[in-house]
């Protein structure tokens, strides 16, 4: 209920909206979403449902971990976990009862985007009527029982890398990324895939291989493709029935979840975890009688009228460089030699956006940190905070975007290709802007990462429409894209945060 | 130095108002703000503190209209909210650099004058470790440290000695009495012991509106003669909290000695001095 009420909550159901309506493509529409060797479904009930579910699947998995993955983090933080240690709820219960919020959460999701579907289906149905049992089918067997371990790996990787955000961001792209790619070999193997979508892949893809009349493996293509227009061909898609073993499998995954929360919840901290700093006997300060260090505040030097921002800059910088675990900078400069060291179009394409995801908890909270911490009233109350504080806040996260990048940097600019040095700088100013952006729009950090994961997903595949730093090849317009994207992005973030702070 | 509340309203929906047609004036001196919780205390100092704007009305300060120049206020403001919080890889010599910084101010005698405060705050030994390891009082005198950093001329307090042990009230109470001579010092509590010795002025607030505004000894003559002490049996006490104000109770060889407020004393009840306490009771309970 606490997150259902929340502002985010709202911007995560309208970007479901958004996402759902991209799920199957309007007819005349440049791209496709699942196309196997040329060929896709005719829109009826089975074709919207079965693709819907198997999109859902993937993208809700992918974007549905980084929306529920804090739960236990929150309690932390509002020292709610505190109380909730001293009733006699069970480690088991609290777990189990987090994992059901998730699911929850993500099932609402699901909701919405089967009735923007059908709302499609409505739109751009090939004079099909309308199943439901055919259209929910799918789901039922499929996305729900997926969602479910979602919330459980959710859970359990909060338990696991507890503070460690950046290792559970990469631990979970790691599975996600073994998930997607294992292709079971055998029908009875179907069974142990977790988000359920191989074995209806595999049923499209026997029945186009029908079709074409061939038993070598063909071309299935998923997530946003644009193929040549000329060369789609459709065929009739009626759904499938799921065996019986799977089905028993899905049921099977989701007690196999409840018993991984019941072993995790014996290791689980109930909120009692060693804190990082800690004060030693020596750091307490000696307890002075009254009056032996009493100062006379009219005596104190008077301090000088100074409204440079370096001071600011330095600060914001600082906090920057020490968010999260000191080590963590060691993955930094291992992708800093990384840049040197690989080919130079695998270091721009690959290496560049792993590093700079690398900064996804740095960068998702520079303009939201202020209330996080609670320091709002004292930023908000500042001299010129607009012109002073945010430009600092953006200056210094820019700057440590362009020092990761400097190995790129300057090996691009020796082979003088400086359309390349642009883009990367571009990327970064980009990128920083973005997160700026889509914190003070959302007051909160989850949009940016959500976004941010699936930028950097998208680009590790090579598309290249979702090139944001110079990595593959572009129109000479693509500089000036990158800069109007900049400064609309810019100009929002000013309005809006004048918008908050004149309130 | 002038603060002109004119009748300022600060209103959350159609029928909720956080304050409603506030009017006071505020001169150099300690301003004592009491009232219970949710008396509007916070809001009026947010809104003075330029956090946040009223609905209606103006907050002037020394003529200028904050509302419109904010940034008047911010330049020689020294604001304590009542719940904040800090940056916990920051030590304190850097959180307040920053805070410095955002207050606009430098020079080369800034760190003179942080570490004279954190010393003056007896945080010294504790400076250069982040601020993450303080306890709850230490952070809250780090707030203080950063309401004086700029020699401000207007300093709001909400709820400043919350987590202070006594000798840090002390401590406090000292370092800011020095404040009163050429400032505009707003000192806000629900604990009347932390103004009575300091203010120079008492304001009493309830449920958004002001209900009484003046020196000390003019308010507590507002409940002069009209406090007692009698000894009554444990069982009478609720059928004597229905007719009078209570202010203390103490248990005494198996009776109570109450201390109450009444224009009808009981018999055997002994006439008390009033103090701060018993006006604050008096008129947050008959208004």
């Known amino acids: ?503 | 130095m002038q603060l002109d509340i004119q009748n300022i309203s600060k209103r959350y929906s159609r029928n909720k108002f956080g304050l409603k047609d506030f009017s006071m004036q505020i001169e150099t001196g300690i301003l004592g703000l009491l009232g219970p919780n949710g008396a509007g205390k916070s809001t009026l100092l947010k809104m003075i503190a330029t956090v946040t704007k009223p609905t209606n009305g103006i907050i002037a300060l020394n003529q200028n209209n904050i509302a419109k120049d904010p940034n008047y206020m911010r330049k020689q403001l020294g604001f304590l909210p009542q719940d904040f919080g800090v940056y916990p890889n920051l030590n304190a010599f850097e959180f307040l650099e920053y805070m410095a910084a955002m207050k606009g101010i430098g020079g080369s005698d800034l760190k003179l004058r942080i570490s004279q405060l954190l010393e003056g705050l007896n945080l010294i030994d504790a400076a250069k470790k982040p601020i993450g390891s303080y306890s709850g009082g230490m952070k809250q005198r780090v707030g203080i440290a950063q309401a004086l950093l700029n020699n401000p001329k207007i300093v709001i307090f909400d709820e400043p000695t919350v987590g202070l042990d006594p000798e840090e009230r002390v401590r406090f109470r000292n370092l800011i009495s020095d404040l009163a001579n050429d400032c505009i010092v707003i000192l806000s509590s629900h604990i009347v012991s932390d103004i009575d010795t300091i203010a120079d002025q008492v304001a009493i607030i309830k449920d958004g509106s002001l209900i009484t505004h003046g020196g000390q000894e003019e308010i507590i003559n507002l409940v002069k003669d009209k406090v007692y002490e009698v000894s009554i049996p444990k069982d009478e006490l609720a059928a004597f909290k229905e007719k009078h104000i209570i202010v203390s109770t103490t248990r005494l060889k198996g009776e109570l000695v109450v201390r109450y407020i009444t224009e009808n004393p009981l018999e055997n009840s002994t006439n008390m001095q009033a103090n701060l306490e018993d006006a604050y009771l008096y008129l947050t309970k008959t208004n």
């Open chain 1, 1 to 503: 209920m606490q997150r259902t009420r929340s502002y985010a909550f709202l911007i995560t159901l309208c970007a479901s909206l958004a996402l759902g309506y991209t799920f199957v493509p309007e007819p005349n529409a440049s791209y496709s979403t699942i196309r196997i060797a040329g060929y896709v479904g005719f829109y009826n009930s089975a074709w919207f449902g079965y693709v819907t579910a198997i999109m859902t699947s993937i993208f809700l998995a992918l974007i549905g971990f980084y929306l529920v993955n804090s739960g236990i983090k929150k309690d932390t933080e509002t020292k709610v976990g505190q109380v909730v240690a001293a009733t006699p709820i069970s480690n088991f219960k609290y777990l189990i009862a987090k994992v059901f919020s998730n699911y929850m959460l993500l099932l609402t999701i699901i909701a919405v985007l089967i009735f923007m579907s059908m709302i499609l289906f409505l739109l751009y149905n090939d004079g099909y009527s309308f199943g439901f049992f055919q259209f929910i089918k799918p789901h039922l067997f499929i996305t729900v029982p997926a969602m479910f371990s979602i919330s459980v790996l959710a859970v359990v990787f909060e338990v696991c890398f507890g503070k460690y955000s950046v290792l559970q961001n990469l631990a979970f792209f790691f599975l996600f990324t073994v998930l997607l790619v294992s292709t079971p070999q055998k029908e009875s193997y179907f069974a142990f895939d977790v988000l359920g979508n191989k074995i209806v892949m595999a049923q499209i893809e026997d029945e186009v291989r029908d079709i074409i009349k061939s038993d070598e493996r063909i071309a299935f293509n998923i997530g946003y493709v644009i193929p040549d227009k000329k060369e789609t061909k459709k065929f009739e898609f009626d759904g499938m029935n799921f065996p019986k073993s799977f089905i028993l499998s899905r049921i099977a995954w989701m007690l196999f979840g409840i018993a991984l929360i019941g072993i995790i919840s014996l290791v689980f901290h109930r909120f009692d975890r060693r804190e990082r700093i800690r004060i030693k006997p020596s750091y307490q300060p000696n307890k002075k009688q009254i009056g032996a260090n009493e100062i006379q505040l009219s005596n104190l030097p008077k301090p000088k009228v100074n409204y440079a921002i370096f001071s600011l800059f330095r600060t914001e910088f600082l906090l920057l460089f020490r968010k999260g675990k000191r080590w963590l900078w060691i993955l930094n400069i291992i992708g800093m030699i990384l840049l040197i060291v690989f080919p130079l179009t695998f270091s721009h394409q690959i290496v560049l956006p792993l590093l700079w995801f690398l900064q996804v908890h740095r960068l998702s909270d520079i303009t939201t940190k202020e209330t996080t911490h609670n320091v709002h009233y004292f930023t908000f109350t500042a001299f010129r905070p607009m012109r002073r504080l945010l430009v600092s806040q953006l200056a210094a996260a820019i700057t440590l975007m362009l020092l990761l990048s400097v190995p790129l940097i300057i090996r691009l600019a020796l082979t003088f290709n400086f359309t390349s040095v642009l883009a990367v700088i571009f990327g970064a100013v980009l990128l920083v802007v973005l997160a700026a952006t889509l914190g003070i729009l959302s007051n909160g950090k989850k949009l940016f990462e959500v976004f941010f994961f699936m930028l950097t997903y998208t680009n590790i595949n090579g598309i290249s429409h979702a090139d944001y730093f110079g990595g593959f090849e572009h129109s000479s317009f693509y500089l000036i894209l990158l800069l109007v994207l900049i400064l609309s992005l810019t100009c929002i973030t000013f309005l809006k945060r004048t918008y908050t702070l004149n309130k």
